[in-house]
Each structure stands twice: as structure tokens, then as C-alpha cells.
């Protein structure tokens, strides 16, 4: 059965009048301990809120990152963002709810009542107190006051380089307070990890592990809160651009012994290798820190690649100085050892005919090309295997 139009009418105007005296009756109850507080006890914030002024304040922090920003490994910066979850009683803000229309707890700017002066200890930008004019920090009738200071974190970070791309930084992140010594506030840390809340993957770096504890600072005097952040580096950009094309054009020197010293091409083969070594070797130093606090090992296996390419120079020059010596000089001792050690089916065609033989040149090219080729695949491989062992065990 429907109801009349006036009925419901009535009913609507009852319901507003109850909630509308509800709510002004909650305001009227704030504004009626605010007034208690801040007029008739005449609450004080330059003043550290414990009745007890041998008693400490005890400040319970903990942290929450919703995503890393980046790691500078030349600048030697971590920037991460989130916020801090921090707790503490004021004894100065406490009121009995019973008295007050049951209210509980209500929210009050930051700059009207006490808080902690923390700050970014090991922050590269100037100092600075957390938060801002409009937070609000929510008050319970108890003393309890929470607070949320929102903040971008840039932090010093020192970057090991020895096993990039495959590397893991640690990085701390670390609060203080600038005049409460811990006698008078206390830190106290909330979780032993950091939180993750909304938390977005960075695309270069991923989290490992974290941690958070309080120490004391070096003379003992305030205390900190320190997080610890395990950064490992996303490896898949570097396997594709830099490792893999390193690997195959370490193995393409040993073409360059299957390219006869006569064609003409083999000392320009030579010289194009070293300067791709030399090439990628700049790329990389670009992506690393100017400091000499370690060295890069794959910056170490480019070098080694420089070194042989040097040699590889040296001996497609010789190949070709060789190729193209007087037909009536003969082989020395040694060339004829070599050559019947690598081109046996050779050396029996030339001792028939002594004087041909002693003329042909290429014969000998032909040997070192052979034995080039046995030496260069025998140190590319054994290079690999090392650098992927160091790797492996120290990454």
C-alpha cells in the first residue's frame, strides 16, 4: 500500500532536521574542545608533549613506497616516492568523550599542534621539515595523533659497478630528528619492512629486500630510522643491446683468419673489429659512474677484446707482408716446422718440387691462418666461461 504525498512529505522533513541537528551538535562538541584545549589549558606546540619532562616521547615510524623513481648511478642518487606513517601521544590532547557528545577523535592542521622535527638525514637536496600547511592529522580523544607526510626522496647511494648489467645496489634511506635528543623523543620503528601500498614496478630496477630498524647517530645522541633497500637491475635491455652482440662480435674475429692475406681485405677486417670494441666500450662508459671506487668487469672483457684486437692487427699485417715477400727467399727453419704441422698434405707436394715450394708464400699464410684460428676460438671461449663464472658467483 503506497503511502500519501503528505506523509512522506513529513517523514523527509523529520529525518533532515534529526541529521542536520546531529551534525551541528558533532561541530558544536569540537569547537567545545578545541576551545578546552587550546583556550582554557592553553595548549602550547613549542612545547614537547609529555606532563612528565623526564619521560620520553615515543614516536612510532613506518614507511610505505609506492614506486621507485630512479637510481642515477653517476649522481649517485636514489629518488623514491611515498609516505611516512607516523604515531605519537600528546598528552596535551586528550579529552573524555562522554563530556564531548561521545565524539572520538577529529583531524586539526599540522602547523596547530606538536610534531616531531624530522628530517632526511642523507638527503641530497636541503633540509627540510616533512609534511605541509594542508595536512591534517587526525586526533583521537586518547592522544593518539597519526600522521601522513607525503614525500619524493632523493637520497646518496653509493653505486657498485663491478658486476653491471647483472649488479644489486643497496641503498639506505634515513630519518632523524635535528634537536630532540632521544631522551627526550624517542623513535621506534613500526614494521621491520617497508609497505607497498599502490605500489608501481619500475621498468629498469626491481625490489629484492628491505629493511627497517633504529640506530643511533655516530656520537650517540639522537636517534634514526634506517631503511635499507635491495635494488637488482631488470637485465633483459642490456642481455639484447649490449651482451649478446658483445658475445657474437668477439666470435667474428675468428673469421678474420679465413680471409686469404692476398685478397687485401684481411688487415681492414682486422681494424674494423678493434674499432667496434672500442665503439661499444664508450657506449658503455656512458652509462656508468666517473668514479674509481670499482671497476666494471664486462669494461674489463671490452679492454681484453681491445688488447687482442691489437694483435690481430699485428698479425694480418704480418700475413700480408708475408704474402707478399720475394719469391726467391726460402722458409726458415720454424716457418717449415709450422707449415708441416698444419699443412702436412702441402709440405709433401713442395719437397718434389723444392724450388716451387720455397716461392710459395701462401703456404705459410695458410698455416697461420690455421693456427690463428685454433688460438683465437681456444681465448674466446675461455673468456666467456670466466667472465659468466665472475659473474655469476659474484652477481
Known amino acids: 500500500m503506497p503511502f500519501p504525498p503528505f506523509l512522506v512529505l513529513v517523514c523527509y522533513i523529520l ?22 584545549i587550546f583556550e582554557k589549558e592553553k595548549y602550547d606546540k613549542r612545547v614537547r608533549p609529555s606532563k612528565d619532562v623526564s619521560r620520553a616521547v615515543h614516536v612510532s615510524i613506518a614507511m610505505d613506497i609506492s614506486g621507485i623513481n630512479f637510481l642515477d648511478e653517476k649522481a649517485g642518487v636514489f629518488s623514491v616516492t611515498g609516505y611516512l606513517e607516523i604515531k605519537w ?13 561521545n565524539v572520538t577523535s577529529f583531524t586539526i592542521p599540522q602547523e596547530h599542534i606538536w610534531i616531531p622535527d624530522l628530517f632526511l ?14 595536512y591534517y592529522l587526525p ?8 600522521w601522513w607526510p607525503y614525500q619524493v626522496v632523493e637520497t646518496h647511494c653509493p653505486v657498485d659497478i663491478t658486476y653491471f648489467p647483472f649488479d644489486t645496489q643497496n641503498c639506505r634511506i634515513s630519518f632523524s630528528l635535528w634537536n630532540h635528543e632521544n631522551t627526550l623523543v624517542n623513535i621506534t620503528s613500526a614494521r621491520k619492512h617497508v609497505g607497498n601500498f599502490h605500489f608501481t614496478e619500475n621498468g629498469i630496477w626491481t625490489i629484492t629486500a628491505n629493511h627497517s630498524f633504529v640506530d643511533r647517530d655516530e656520537l650517540a645522541i639522537f636517534s634514526q630510522l634506517i631503511i635499507t633497500i635491495s635494488l637488482k637491475r631488470k637485465t633483459q635491455f642490456y642481455m639484447w643491446n649490449f651482451i649478446v652482440p ?7 674475429k675468428i673469421f678474420a683468419f679465413l680471409i686469404p692475406a692476398e685478397s687485401g681485405e684481411k688487415v681492414s677486417f682486422t681494424v674494423t673489429l678493434f674499432l667496434a670494441f672500442g665503439v661499444f666500450l664508450n657506449l658503455l662508459s656512458s652509462h656508468l659512474p666517473e668514479n674509481s671506487d670499482s671497476v666494471c668487469l664486462i669494461c674489463v672483457y671490452m679492454e681484453i677484446q681491445l688488447a687482442l ?37 702441402r709440405v709433401v707436394d713442395c719437397s718434389e718440387k723444392e724450388q716451387e715450394c720455397a716461392t710459395n708464400w701462401t ?3 695458410s698455416a697461420i691462418d690455421k693456427l690463428m684460428i685454433i688460438i683465437t676460438t681456444a681465448v674466446e671461449l675461455f673468456l ?10 659474484g652477481g
Not at 601521544?89 to 557528545?101: K, M
Not at 699485428?314 to 699443412?343: C, T
Open 309 to 345: 684486437g691489437v694483435f690481430l692487427v699485428f698479425i694480418a699485417s704480418m700475413q700480408v707482408k708475408i704474402s707478399h715477400r720475394d719469391h726467391r727467399l726460402g722458409f726458415s727453419r720454424f716457418e717449415l716446422r709450422l707449415i708441416k704441422l698444419l699443412s702436412r698434405d
Open 89 to 101: 601521544r600528546d598528552e596535551f590532547l586528550v579529552w573524555q568523550p562522554e563530556l564531548h557528545g
Open 15 to 36: 529525518s533532515f532536521f534529526c541529521f542536520h541537528n546531529i551534525s551541528s551538535q558533532d561541530t558544536e562538541h569540537v569547537r567545545n574542545i578545541l576551545h578546552e
Open 121 to 134: 638525514k642523507n638527503g641530497v637536496k636541503e633540509p627540510k621539515g616533512l609534511g605541509g600547511s594542508f
Open 384 to 393: 666467456i666461461l670466466i667472465f659468466f663464472m665472475i659473474i655469476c658467483l
Open 363 to 365: 703456404i705459410l699464410s
Open 139 to 146: 586526533v583521537n580523544h586518547t592522544g593518539e595523533v597519526t
Open 246 to 252: 658483445l658475445l657474437l662480435l668477439g666470435m667474428i
